[in-house]
Structures are given as structure tokens and as C-alpha cells.
């Protein structure tokens, strides 16, 4: 197998509410990816794998690596808490798709807040507070601007042809999920 080399450096956005300014992405795609260290020509830790992508750089596939000087900043609470210990960004519980230049609902979280709000299955997002969003990143980046977990923020929606507004109170992620986790 050949030795992986930096292709680009670039933001991530990943459907499931997930952003990554600083990005690192590899190619050829290495099959054992997650968790591994890449590192740099001077033997140091410069990044941990987390994803197969198709588009490392163009229409190169490849692995996305985390930089590791982001975790420094929360490593204290990560040990101590598992999660870093500020205050958790707004959450949706929507998974959002960029089709044929449109940002579309994929998934809605059971019983999360856009379901309890009526955000459904291939609902197209065109703004949120008013401020329109076409890009991933942006949506996040727009999202997250209007405070904590808890904001209650207004999604500008198409439902098959017909425009809507709906308000959808946000909540912390993690709460969610260890709400409605059974071991």
C-alpha cells in the first residue's frame, strides 16, 4: 500500500450537525482510518483519522483527519467530564443532504426537536432567522451563531413547492442522546 500525503486542508461539514473548520484530508484512502495518527515529516502527531470521504481533494477519494492541536484547548475535560464542558451549541436533530444545489432533510431525529417542531423528510432549508443558507457549512455557522442550546430559531422551509416558516426550540445534542440511550 502507498504511503498517504496531505491533499488539502479545507472545512468539513458533515450532515450530522458537524463542522470542522481546519480539516486534513489524505489520499489514497487508507482502509484502517479511524483513530489513526498521521503524521508529520517530522515524526510528530499532526492529526487523528475519523472518515473515508470521496472527495479528499476534487474527486479524489481519501481520509479526513481531526488536527491535533484542537484537542489540547479541551483534553482536561474530555478525561474529567467525556465532553468538553462549554456551553453546548444549538442541536436540531436534523441530518441535511446538499441536493442538486439545495440543502434537503434527510433525517429527523425521533422525537427530537424539529420532529416535535414538523420539520420533515425532504423539507428544503432556505434560511434560518431570515438569513438564507445554500451551503452546509453555513447553515451550521448560521445556526450556531444565535447562542446556546435552548435558542429557539425559525427554519424558512420548502415542502414539496409550498414555502414555510417553523420554530424549532433547540436543544444540547448531548442530552438527547443520553436521554434516549438504554445500555
Given amino acids: 500500500m502507498r504511503p498517504a500525503v496531505v491533499v488539502s486542508r479545507r472545512t468539513f461539514a458533515g450532515y450530522w450537525e458537524y463542522l470542522l473548520e481546519d480539516a486534513i484530508f489524505t489520499a489514497p484512502p487508507h482502509p484502517a482510518w479511524s483513530g489513526a495518527a498521521l503524521l508529520g515529516p517530522d515524526g510528530k502527531l499532526v492529526g487523528i483519522g475519523s472518515l473515508v470521504v470521496s472527495d479528499a481533494k476534487a474527486d479524489l477519494p481519501g481520509n479526513m483527519f481531526v488536527p491535533i492541536d484542537r484537542l489540547p484547548p479541551v483534553m482536561g475535560d474530555l478525561l474529567t467530564l467525556g465532553r468538553p464542558s462549554a456551553p453546548s ?3 436540531l436533530g436534523i441530518n441535511l443532504r446538499k441536493l442538486d444545489g439545495k440543502l434537503v432533510v434527510s433525517r429527523v431525529a425521533s422525537d427530537g426537536p424539529s420532529d416535535k417542531a ?19 457549512a453555513d447553515f451550521y455557522r448560521t445556526l450556531w451563531r444565535r447562542g446556546n442550546a435552548g435558542v429557539t430559531v425559525r427554519l424558512s422551509l420548502t415542502r414539496q413547492g409550498e414555502e414555510r416558516e417553523i420554530e424549532v426550540e433547540t436543544i444540547d445534542r448531548y442530552r438527547y442522546f443520553k436521554l434516549n440511550t438504554t445500555y
Wanted: aromatic share 4%; glycine share 14%.
Fill in 118 to 136: 414538523g420539520v420533515r423528510h425532504g423539507d428544503q432549508v432556505t434560511a434560518i432567522d431570515g438569513a438564507p443558507v445554500r451551503e452546509l
Fill in 89 to 91: 451549541r444549538p442541536w
